[in-house]
T-cell receptor, first 118, second 113 residues
Framework: GAVVSQHPSRVICKSGTSVKIECRSL??????MFWYRQFPKKSLMLMAT?????????EQGVEKDKFLINHASLTLSTLTVTSAHPEDSSFYIC??????????????FGSGTRLTVV | AQSVTQLDSQVPVFEEAPVELRCNYS??????LFWYVQYPNQGLQLLLK??????LVKGINGFEAEFNKSQTSFHLRKPSVHISDTAEYFC???????????FGTGTRLTIIP
């Protein structure tokens, strides 16, 4: 089956520093990846759609300069939280869409990254 | 625009009893529907999906869901729950030609021994 690896699973960083989160599709090519943010006991909020080889599309209200997304290959997308602040603390989850289409695996999610900014 | 409503934020159920988690959607075009399960501090795992064809969809872990177009619903059911089913369940929708998934607010299923 389709597997998405997300790393790190947990990270603690100091306020003002940057943190990079990686999302890899291990056994399929993902032309499109999605980044979500999940607040405690809340649903998933789509932050941006990442397309291989092009700029990410951000949802309304998401600061593109704070949340930098790079999708340099068909199997890797990264989310960098720049100049992190305590309010950026959250659970971040990536999802990859199998380029073969929804009829096969559809969307596969990573295991998430718990970011704590102190 | 599409939206998903999960009316029940929490559902407690006794072990081995049946359960139904409700999901209603709104969309002006044809939809694809999904149910995901999330265990604490983990990502989402696909339980089942409806893309087309038979309206009764069977998924993993003994779960099934039925697509009802007239009622715009996609309720999730399991005839007999286990302690291991304790988790958060999310219903999600996407449209043909739109890759974005829209999630409901989730239902926390708690199994009572």
């Amino acid at each position: 089956g389709a597997v998405v690896s997300q790393h790190p699973s947990r990270v603690i960083c100091k306020s003002g520093t940057s943190v990079k989160i990686e999302c890899r599709s291990l056994d399929f090519q993902a032309t499109t990846m999605f980044w979500y943010r999940q607040f405690p006991k809340k649903s998933l909020m789509l932050m941006a759609t990442s397309n291989e080889g092009s700029k990410a599309t951000y949802e309304q209200g998401v600061e593109k300069d704070k949340f930098l997304i790079n999708h340099a290959s068909l199997t890797l997308s990264t989310l960098t939280v720049t100049s992190a602040h305590p309010e950026d603390s959250s659970f971040y989850i990536c999802s990859a869409r199998d380029s073969r289409g929804l009829t096969s695996y559809g969307y596969t999610f990573g295991s998430g990254t718990r970011l704590t900014v102190v | 625009a599409q939206s998903v409503t999960q009316l029940d934020s929490q559902v407690p159920v006794f072990e081995e009893a049946p359960v139904e988690l409700r999901c209603n959607y709104s969309s002006s075009v044809s939809v694809y529907l999904f149910w995901y399960v999330q265990y604490p501090n983990q990502g989402l795992q696909l339980l089942l999906k409806y893309l087309s064809g038979s309206t009764l969809v069977k998924g993993i872990n003994g779960f099934e869901a039925e697509f009802n177009k007239s009622q715009t619903s996609f309720h999730l059911r399991k005839p007999s729950v286990h302690i291991s089913d304790t988790a958060e369940y999310f219903c999600a929708v996407s449209n043909f030609g739109n890759e974005k998934l829209t999630f409901g607010t989730g239902t926390r299923l708690t199994i009572i021994p």
